[in-house]
């Protein structure tokens, strides 16, 4: 698919909205069990944490019609902020302000590109 063509085309911003919303269900569902303690391990965790991040804002901005960027990303770091915290109190869990940091860093990084595409598709 062309990037043009990716503005207009009627399944992206159901497949993003899928993205977006599957990943954050996985994260949600899977950081509460065994599973997710020691996973990936340090200093990977921050690289994962950040692809994940960045591609929870970049899906849902596609999945609104490449709108509402800063809704978007806040959105996003809502949903680490709220990952974090919710550490605190899962056995063998625990929060991490870097964990946090890669999380922004990430969704930094997708808002950059999202600004990008958004120039590449006028």
């Known amino acids: 698919m062309r990037i043009d063509a ?3 085309h009627p399944a992206v911003p159901w497949l993003a909205a899928l993205v977006a919303v599957s990943m954050t269900a996985g994260l949600l569902r899977l950081g509460e069990t065994s599973l997710a303690v020691g996973l990936i391990p340090s200093p990977w965790d921050k690289l994962a944490h950040a692809l994940t991040f960045g591609t929870i804002a970049l899906s849902l901005w596609l999945a609104v ?3 509402w960027l800063g809704a ?3 959105a ?3 949903i680490a902020v709220y990952d974090e915290w919710r550490q605190l ?3 063998g869990r625990e929060a991490d302000l870097l964990d946090l940091l890669a999380n ?3 969704i930094v990084l997708a808002a ?3 600004n990008r595409l958004r120039t ?3």
């Open 72 to 74: 978007c990303a806040g």
């Open 120 to 122: 590449a598709l006028r």
């Open 112 to 114: 950059v590109l999202a």
């Open 104 to 106: 922004t860093v990430g």
């Open 76 to 78: 996003a770091f809502a």
């Open 89 to 91: 109190y899962l056995p």
């Open 6 to 8: 990716m503005k207009h």
């Open 65 to 67: 019609r490449q709108r």
